[in-house]
């Protein structure tokens, strides 16, 4: 009868399963009884055995399931149309430093044309002139570095820079459309640049935006926000922009380095794939760099690229 | 404390990092997913037997966290959310491939798969001993060869057991099912372990 009870534990007991008492007991029992001790010693062998020759999954596949996974979550919103539509805004008004806005804008809207292009005109221009709606200011005359009333940009028309200088001329649209002038270093100008790049519904202004972003890319903000657009820019020679802008900071900053490796993988266009590629040469031995050439070098679309990879790779001295 | 978190090492407070998750914040997210990510690719892969579909299960799996994130409410811990997501999906891809070879009336070695996954691993850890490598290829071709006459539940819950070093209270949280049903299953399970191991000695 004992030995039954017994028979029957020592497998939980082996795998650490039995309460105090009932583990108690199975101990005080196998010390007396020889052939459930000879049980004790058959189920250990059998957990050893099974605990041989476990697979583990090698840091490659961890490595690209992880890229996989961060590339889909890109595309992929959480929740219902709701967050969608809360989340979306706030967090580019987040990432530049719009923070007072997301009521504001809302308010803003709701209260129409006349209301806020009022507001706006206080806020931003200073000189008001009835009812035009446009007003212009200069960089040396504008009241120095005088960030907007972020909430009441709706979109930015054009982008221009006159040429050998610093100067850039954009116009923007509040509810009703202004236009800023003003040098690159300007609070104002940069901020207009950040929320350009953003902004979607134009190509040829996100080009000129982040065309003029890089030749900053000192800034932070900059540089999040040329990463910004070369994840999710839609226009190819935009995502191109950016990589070249941010070319600088792939060995100092992990951040770039990460993005630059995703637009390496996921990018469709192989022109700014072949781009990335040359930017992370310089750093192929880093592990995670390493592990992106090797899939790249197996799987990219194009044969070139493929091939480069593989001579990069084979460059390399061995290392684990 | 509801489960130890063996495979874990130990338990990780992850509140926060839900929290902020749950608001969107993808950053989060991804934290997250690195806390769990290995044991789940050690999972599926574990169950799967091939590199292609572990990965596939991973990004079903880890999809759907962050889709239905919003649902989670702490009334279990994390760990055993996402856990129960994974085996879901397991399960159902043990059940298909259970399906097919059903299936297919010409003998197919359906477990090829497994054998030659096991076989490499060996390789990749062989020294300088041939014969010793030979041996334990060809118990490693008995294991995978035993575990694929278990039930899809039964494997189951000997993976998570054996394997992931859970509780049986965690394994049938899991499962949704009771600590005694885990380890009724858990005993059935070595039972046939242990008897198709000795046939074929």
Redesign the interface.
Known sequence: MKCDWVR?NI??YV?N?LEDDARYEVEQHLGRCPECALELKATRK??A?????????SPN??A???M???E???T????GLW?RMI?EP??WLRQIRMAPALAAVIFIIGFGGGIGATYNYLAAGRESSGGTITSSMTGSKSPANQPLESSTITGIRSVTQEPGSNQVDIKYDTVSTQEAQGSLNDQRIQQLLLFAAHTNYNSGVRMDSVDVLTQAPDDSRVREALLYALQNDTNAGVRLKALDGLSGFVRQDPTVRDGVLRALISDENSGVRMQALHLVEPMKADSNVRSVLTRLSQTDQNPSIRSQAKAMLAQMPEMD | MRGSLAAQGNRIDDTGLIREA???N?AA??VL??HY??SV??LA??LTGS?SD??DV??EA??KA??N??SFRFECSFYTWIYRIVTNLCLDHLRKRNVRKEDTPVAVDSSGEEYS??EQ??DARSGANPERDLM?RE??RK?GSALTQLTPRERMVFEL???HGL??RTVGEMLNTTEETA?NT??RA?QK??AA?SEMR
């Open positions: 029957q497998l939980f795998y399963e059998f957990h055995t099974l605990s041989e020759n476990v697979q583990e999954p596949l961890l690209s399931s992880r996989r996974l961060q889909a979550l890109e992929t919103r959480q929740g967050h989340l706030a967090a | 749950q608001q969107g993808r997210f991804e997913v690195r990510d290995q690719l050690r892969l574990h590199e572990a990965q991973y990004q880890f999809l962050y889709k994130l919003g996954r096991i691993f060996a334990r118990l490693g294991i057991k054996h394997y509780k049986l380890k858990l005993f070595t372990l242990r191991l």
